[in-house]
C-alpha cells in the first residue's frame, strides 16, 4: 500500500462530481441516474446502505479488530478526506428535504479506512472497488449480496 500516493489521489479526486452521469453496470453493479432511484432500489430491491460511522460492522468481512499500527494512518485518510470531499452543498447529494452530504462523505471515510485495514490484513480486496467508485465521482451508497447500489 503507497500511502503517499493514496493521499495524493484522494486530494486530486472530484467526489460525488459525476453523480447522475452514466454508469456502464455489470451483473455486480446496480447502477442508478439519481439519488432519488437509488432510494427506491433500497427500499425494494434487498440494498442495505453501505456503513459510515467507525461502529459500523464491515459488509464484507465482518467485525475486524482495528490494530494501534493502523492508527496514524486512518487519521491521514480522514483529514484528507475531510480536505478533498467539498463542504459546499452539493445538488446530487440532496433529495429534499434531506441532505446526503455528510453520510456520504463519511461512508468514503469508512471505505477508505477499510481498504487500509483490508490491505493491512491481506483480506479480499472488497473495499478497493468499493473506492474505485468514489474515485470515478460516483457514490457507492448501497450493497446487496453480490451487488453494490451505484449512483
Given at each position: 500500500?503507497?500511502?503517499?500516493a493514496?493521499?495524493?489521489?484522494?486530494?486530486?479526486?472530484a467526489?460525488?462530481s459525476?453523480m447522475?452521469?452514466?454508469?456502464?453496470?455489470g451483473p455486480a453493479?446496480?447502477?442508478r441516474?439519481?439519488?432519488?432511484?437509488?432510494m427506491?432500489?433500497?427500499?425494494?430491491?434487498?440494498?442495505?446502505w453501505?456503513?459510515?460511522t467507525p461502529?459500523?460492522v464491515?459488509?464484507f468481512h465482518?467485525p475486524l479488530?482495528?490494530?494501534?499500527?493502523?492508527?496514524?494512518?486512518?487519521?491521514?485518510l480522514?483529514q484528507a478526506l475531510?480536505?478533498?470531499?467539498?463542504?459546499a452543498?452539493?445538488?446530487?447529494l440532496q433529495?429534499?428535504?434531506?441532505?446526503?452530504?455528510?453520510?456520504a462523505?463519511?461512508a468514503a471515510?469508512?471505505?477508505?479506512?477499510q481498504?487500509?485495514l483490508?490491505c493491512?490484513?491481506?483480506?479480499?480486496?472488497?473495499?478497493?472497488?468499493?473506492i474505485g467508485?468514489?474515485?470515478?465521482?460516483?457514490?457507492?451508497?448501497?450493497?446487496?449480496?453480490g451487488?453494490?447500489?451505484v449512483v
Amino acid at each position: 500500500m503507497d500511502v503517499a500516493a493514496c493521499l495524493q489521489t484522494i486530494a486530486e479526486t472530484a467526489y460525488f462530481s459525476r453523480m447522475g452521469q452514466p454508469i456502464t453496470a455489470g451483473p455486480a453493479i446496480c447502477a442508478r441516474p439519481s439519488l432519488a432511484e437509488a432510494m427506491r432500489a433500497i427500499d425494494n430491491d434487498g440494498f442495505d446502505w453501505m456503513p459510515s460511522t467507525p461502529g459500523d460492522v464491515d459488509p464484507f468481512h465482518g467485525p475486524l479488530a482495528r490494530p494501534a499500527a493502523l492508527a496514524d494512518l486512518r487519521r491521514q485518510l480522514n483529514q484528507a478526506l475531510m480536505r478533498a470531499v467539498p463542504t459546499a452543498t452539493c445538488a446530487h447529494l440532496q433529495l429534499p428535504p434531506h441532505d446526503f452530504h455528510l453520510v456520504a462523505r463519511d461512508a468514503a471515510m469508512y471505505a477508505y479506512r477499510q481498504w487500509a485495514l483490508e490491505c493491512h490484513l491481506g483480506l479480499p480486496p472488497h473495499w478497493q472497488a468499493v473506492i474505485g467508485w468514489y474515485e470515478r465521482g460516483h457514490w457507492p451508497l448501497a450493497r446487496a449480496p453480490g451487488r453494490l447500489l451505484v449512483v
